[in-house]
């Protein structure tokens, strides 16, 4: 075996230029495979770090529906599948000092750090009799905070810090590698965890807003756990009708519940990176099985001094594995840089992003990666020296040889799936290209930058009050509106394309009935100039007035989707809206209608909404909006200005555009489409790469015949074409194989793309237009060449 590491290796330095590219080619291919890998592993395979993970589970109500505070406590004293189980909300906090900051806040019962099962750092986790009422406020922080604000001094806990504007104990720092893995904020840190202090009686048991996390006893399966909480639901849909009886109550993984969003996009992308790796072997593999075509004298002459079969086929693979062995090396280069460029513009939490590293599992992945290279690159050669005879071997002129006719047809074989390949993902990369452009037109109204956003999250004892809040807001709205170079300006409780809160309702003669679906609308407080700041257009009626809050029925605004739901072929305007519930909760009558804006993502269709004044507000958080005539960029300095003037303690988080908003939502989509898109360029290189050096050696091999042609007044026109036209019949042949394949794929492909038809006859043209321009390129130099060739030098005797 050393001996043909040695021979192979001699073999390899005699030809620098073959060998430079058919390692830089498995470079590429392996390079980006141990990328994505590592992108997988960090994301799907291997996403959490704590002990037994499998046992980690979501408790939700319904799907996608969390739990009620009542639930909650009854699910607590009734479930023994739990080891823990704990409640928590997300919530935004303010760090008071001499520049105060906002968190990224967790409100959780006690039983949710303690279910992940890591220890703090320092201190101490949240007891449970940091919940009671009247407890004195503490907080645990995160490492990075811990470290950042105060500069990791461990003899914070203990210590008192000022959060929402009142003195808190610091009791615990969690470890520097320590994941608040939520499903509600998912791509966020958590910076600090607060008791959540909720106590039975609280709440009622329409209102849904806590997560439940819980871990299951060692030994119990999720499927039993499962089966347990579906009989607690079913106990407490017969005992409170008339609001469970929507509620099934079921767990789910934290590891399913984590990957569910991403999954099948990073899957899709490990899957391009695979057809690219394909198209890197099948590239190698043809340039082995040309270039074996020269030493046809050098094996004849082995076999006949009594090599096997065998040692034929081993001195080939150890070729091919010098040759991954390289790509390799070369490959762990290009994966480095790869993660680093993902690590950066990857739309996932600071937490995952570290996990995107190359490390031992990652080096064994890459190795593993390199052996099955070598095989499929070296096969090809392998088994066209297994075809032939000594004779074959030994002739000057084995044109019509077997091994011959095997070269070339296994040579044809590689060149037509390269093709193949290439088709779809360049039919994948149109898809997702135009799923992009669409999904940015449908939001271009949305996208400018002369709206500016920012939040503010009221809280401590100035902002207990919901009124208080209410009027802060509408002050600092109509101080902001007064200052130069703001045309209008307003607030609300949510941001376009960031999600929110709902409740289902109750429109026309529409009566209480648990057993009745009811539309659920969306719900915003907002200040009177929101619309005009936000740039959403009044349709009919009017906007909000202040005195649409007073009395038993309040004044409301109504979107266009909840208008066309609910009233259709209607005039809105007067009709009343109530909540869905035994004793109504609200009662609202139409005073005007706007038009659409998306709540749920940028791909997610607008659902119906209901827009009142602020004082209706539910949480402390809330967002201002400024428009301007000019960049609202600009304005900052002045509103940071204006809103310390106001309340010095109050800081700003999150300022951006609405362009930046945008942005951000649709990062997941650009993030695909620019990878497709970036795979797809390398496989087309690769082909032309691969089409070009089979062409060059067809033409080597033919010749003599062209020669003939050119002798007997073929025009070199003539010679052109004759190249062409086999390059054609092979990339034509690789487009209609890989139009099947696509055709196949387009139902897997249709639930990740964005208002596009996977079947729609526009991107295979374009798919095919794009793989015919590259092979029109890779024709180009080997028809030129044989154009050229010299009848009396092709003619002559070797």
């Known amino acids: 075996m050393l001996t043909d590491v040695r021979l192979a290796f001699r073999q390899l330095a005699k030809s620098p230029a073959f060998t430079t590219v058919a390692i830089l080619t498995l470079a590429v291919g392996i390079g980006a495979s141990v990328a994505m890998f590592g992108v997988l592993r960090a994301l799907i395979l291997q996403p959490f770090s704590y002990p037994q993970a499998e046992q980690l589970v979501q408790v939700w109500s319904n799907e996608g529906q969390p739990l009620s505070t009542p639930d909650y406590f009854d699910v607590a004293e009734q479930m023994t599948s739990f080891a823990e189980f704990g409640a928590y909300s997300p919530q935004a906090g303010n760090l008071g000092g001499e520049n105060p900051q906002a968190l990224r806040s967790v409100g959780c019962t006690s039983g949710v750090l303690r279910a992940f099962g890591i220890a703090p750092a320092l201190g101490r986790l949240i007891e449970a009799a940091d919940e009671a009422k009247g407890a004195a406020p503490v907080v645990v922080l995160s490492h990075a905070l811990w470290r950042d604000a105060f500069g990791g001094d461990p003899a914070l806990v203990g210590r008192t ?99 569910r969003r991403t999954g099948s996009q990073v899957w899709l992308l490990f899957g391009a990176v695979v057809l690219v790796l ?10 082995l099985l040309a270039r074996s075509a020269r030493r046809h004298a050098e094996i004849g002459v082995r076999i006949a001094l009594g090599a096997t079969r065998a040692q034929i086929v081993r001195l080939s693979l150890t ?4 040759l991954a062995a390289a790509g390799m090396l070369a490959g762990l280069v290009f994966a480095a840089a790869g993660l680093q460029g993902l690590r950066a513009f990857a739309p996932v939490s600071d937490a995952r992003k570290a996990a995107m590293v190359l490390d031992g599992g990652v080096a064994a992945f890459a190795a593993g990666l390199a052996l099955l290279t070598a095989l499929l690159a070296g096969l090809p050669p392998a088994l066209a020296a297994l075809r032939v005879s000594v004779s ?17 047809h296994l040579l044809r074989a590689l060149i037509v799936a390269q093709v193949a390949v290439a088709f779809m993902l360049a039919n994948g990369a149109a898809l997702f290209s135009a799923s992009y452009a669409k999904l940015l037109e449908d939001n271009r109204a949305l996208a400018t930058d002369r709206v500016l956003s920012m939040e503010l999250n009221l809280r ?63 719900v915003s407080s907002i200040t009177p100039g929101y619309f005009a700041a936000a740039g959403v257009a009044l349709l ?31 005039d809105p305007l007067g009709k009343l809206i109530r909540g869905n519930d035994v004793n109504p ?90 990878l497709i898109d970036g795979f797809m360029a390398a496989a087309l290189g690769l082909v032309a790469l691969g089409l070009y050096g089979t062409l060059s050696y067809h033409v080597l091999q033919r010749t003599r015949e062209i020669g003939v042609r050119l ?36 139902s897997a492909l249709r639930a990740l793309l964005y208002g596009v038809d996977t079947l729609n006859a526009v991107t295979p043209f374009l798919a095919a237009g794009i793989v015919l321009g590259a092979a029109l390129l890779a024709c180009g130099l080997p028809a030129w060449r044989a154009s050229r060739v010299d009848p009396i030098v092709a003619l002559r005797a070797d």
């Open 319 to 322: 070729e091919s594995l010098l």
């Open 585 to 674: 909760w609200f009662t609202a009558r139409v005073v005007g209608v706007v038009e659409n804006v998306r709540q749920w993502g940028a791909a997610h269709e607008p659902n119906p909404e209901i827009y009142w004044t602020t004082d209706r507000a539910w949480g402390q958080r809330m967002f201002l909006i400024v428009h301007s005539p000019q960049p609202a960029a600009r304005l900052v300095p002045a509103l940071r200005h204006q809103i310390a003037r106001l309340d010095p303690d109050l800081p700003l988080a999150r300022i951006r555009t609405f362009q930046t908003v945008v942005d951000e939502a649709m990062k997941g989509q650009h993030v695909v489409t620019t």
């Open 460 to 522: 401590g004892e100035r902002y207990a009050d919901k009124e208080n809040r209410a009027r802060f807001m509408e002050r600092l709205a109509e101080e902001i509106a007064a200052l130069p170079g703001v045309a209008a300006a307003g607030s609300t409780t949510k941001l376009p394309l960031e999600g929110g809160s709902n409740t289902s309702i109750l429109v026309n003669d529409e009566v209480f009935d648990p057993a009745a679906d009811r539309p659920l609308a969306e």
């Open 161 to 259: 810090v000022r959060i929402d504007g009142r003195p808190t104990t610091v009791v615990g720092i969690m470890p520097a590698d320590f994941e608040f893995a939520a499903p509600w904020m998912q791509g966020e840190s958590a910076q600090a965890w607060f008791p959540l202090g909720i106590q039975r009686g609280d709440g009622d048991r329409g209102s849904h807003w806590i997560c439940g996390l819980a871990r299951l006893k060692p030994g119990v399966p999720i499927a039993t756990a499962d089966a347990e909480l579906k009989a607690i639901g079913a106990r407490l849909s017969a005992t409170y009708p008339n609001s469970n009886t929507h509620k099934p109550f079921f767990l789910r993984s934290l590891h399913q519940e984590m990957t």
């Open 278 to 287: 394909v198209v890197a072997c099948a590239n190698v593999a043809s340039m």
């Open 711 to 746: 002798a007997i007044g073929a025009s070199r026109r003539d010679v052109l074409r004759l190249v062409f036209r086999q390059g054609a019949a092979w990339t034509v042949a690789g487009i209609l194989i890989g139009a099947g394949g696509s055709f196949a794929l387009a």
């Open 392 to 408: 074959d071997l030994l002739r000057t002129e084995g044109r019509g040889a077997t091994g011959s006719r095997t070269r070339h």
């Open 540 to 570: 009919r009626g009017r906007t909000l007035e202040p005195g649409d809050s007073q009395g038993e029925i309040i004044g409301a605004v109504v979107n266009r989707a909840l208008a066309d739901k609910c009233w259709p072929g209607q």
